[in-house]
């Protein structure tokens, strides 16, 4: 959403709305190497772009993990599980839900 669409203060005003701690990841911006279907032409290259996203979420060993991008939360979900990552992946507006 940053990049694309320029939103960036939202989505952490919802986190912050939620309760929870927030703190921002290292290279937030930099692409998660989903890119729509991009990981599907490219998986190894996608694969490596996506484990530099994971060493930076590691880098701050977070419990949750929230993205408002739909690509970056199956990406990740997929580095995660493949790299025995115990954090959770949300989307923003889940964790908003969760504590209505």
């Known amino acids: 959403m ?12 919802i986190i912050a709305m939620t ?7 290292p290279e937030a911006d930099w ?3 989903a890119g729509g279907s991009f990981n599907l032409q490219h998986y190894d290259l996608s ?3 996506g ?8 880098s ?4 949750i993990v929230a993205s408002s991008c739909p690509g970056c939360i199956l990406q990740i979900l997929d580095l995660a599980s493949q ?3 115990s954090y959770k992946i949300k989307h ?3 964790l908003l839900a969760e504590n209505m």
């Open 2 to 13: 940053k990049k694309s669409l320029k939103i960036s203060a939202e989505p952490r005003k």
């Open 19 to 25: 309760g929870h701690s927030y703190s921002e990841l």
């Open 31 to 33: 692409c998660c190497g």
């Open 47 to 49: 694969y490596n772009i």
């Open 51 to 58: 484990l530099r996203k994971i060493k930076n979420i590691d």
């Open 60 to 63: 701050i060993n977070p419990d």
């Open 83 to 85: 790299n025995n990552k």
């Open 92 to 94: 923003v507006i889940e």
